[in-house]
């Protein structure tokens, strides 16, 4: 059983930062991508940013460039989510996603299509 879980969710007030940590449990898979997805309520899924495992690469949602950073750490199989400059508009549940395979196409890496496994999410509420 694969399974993904977030931490760092919190209250922020506007202007803040906060770390999110997703760590993987895993039993016989490789880690190939981990992404970050949010959900505000009454909106769909968005993506918001996704790292290759392989060689580091690493693909921005325009509304996160220069505010948010994606990190990996191999050895405890966790990403982590730097977020920076934090924004009222950022609340969201944010949801860490790894897909079972290599990722396909770049142009894919922002569809949830891609991935196989989520957890449960972690709360983010920024406050103005």
């Known amino acids: 059983q694969v399974q993904l879980v977030e931490s760092g969710g919190g209250l922020v007030q506007a202007g803040g930062s906060l770390r999110l940590s997703c760590v993987a449990s895993?039993?016989?898979?490789?880690?190939?991508?981990m992404a970050w997805f949010r959900q505000a309520p009454g909106k769909e899924r968005e993506f918001v940013v996704a790292?290759?495992?392989?060689?580091?690469?690493?693909y921005y949602s325009n509304f996160v460039k220069g505010r948010f950073t994606i990190s990996r750490d191999n050895a405890k199989k966790t990403t982590y989510l730097q977020m920076n400059s934090l924004k009222p508009e950022d609340t969201a549940v944010y949801y860490c996603?790894?897909?079972?395979?290599?990722?396909?196409?770049?142009?894919?890496?922002?569809?949830?299509?891609?991935?196989?496994?989520w957890g449960q999410g972690t709360q983010v509420t920024v406050s103005s």
């Open positions: 996603a790894a897909p079972r395979g290599p990722m396909t196409y770049r142009s894919r890496w922002p569809s949830t299509d891609e991935y196989d496994y």
């Open positions: 895993v039993r016989t898979f490789g880690i190939y991508a």
């Open positions: 790292i290759n495992w392989s060689d580091g690469s690493t």
